[in-house]
């Protein structure tokens, strides 16, 4: 058992962190009263980012396994840089928008539009650290 998960850590370390953190999101929603649904467990945006808690558990988890030297782990950073962007910058923005037509042009004509699909700083940090911690106790847990 040992072996597969030191295999396939890097899949695991992600989807794990990934879980947890929207796991997170579930417990603060119930503690602060908010309305629980299915879609609650898979939808974008809120303390923590899921997003970036997965991709940096996979950029961390592949450093880790191939080196931090190696191609892998140079594309996995990219593409977390790129993700991150996305959840803070363009994400967030979108968000924003939602907000304005739902308070100006939707009122209740329509349904109205999902304002939580990006992320402040706050939230990101708090799924980085959450990818880190996951990351490295995986790795600690299977190779040691």
């Known amino acids: 058992m040992t072996e597969i998960m030191a295999t396939y850590y890097p899949l695991i370390s992600s989807i794990s962190s990934m879980v947890i953190s929207q796991t997170i999101k579930l417990v603060r929603m119930i503690i602060i009263g908010k309305p629980i649904s299915v ?7 809120g303390m923590p980012s899921s ?14 396994k191939e ?11 990219i593409l977390s840089l790129v993700v991150i962007y996305d959840a803070r910058g363009i994400r967030h923005t979108v968000g ?6 739902n308070n ?4 209740s004509k329509s349904d109205p539009l999902n304002e939580h699909v990006g992320h402040t700083m706050p939230e990101i ?11 490295l106790t995986m790795y600690y847990v299977t190779h040691f």
């Open 39 to 45: 879609s609650t467990f898979t939808r974008s945006g």
């Open 51 to 64: 997003h970036s808690s997965l991709i940096t558990a996979l950029a961390l988890s592949i450093g880790l």
């Open 67 to 77: 080196g931090f030297d190696s191609s892998y782990f140079f594309l996995s950073v």
């Open 96 to 101: 924003k928008h939602a907000k304005i037509l």
């Open 104 to 107: 100006s042009i939707l009122q």
């Open 125 to 135: 940090l708090v799924g980085i650290l959450i990818g880190i911690l996951i990351s």
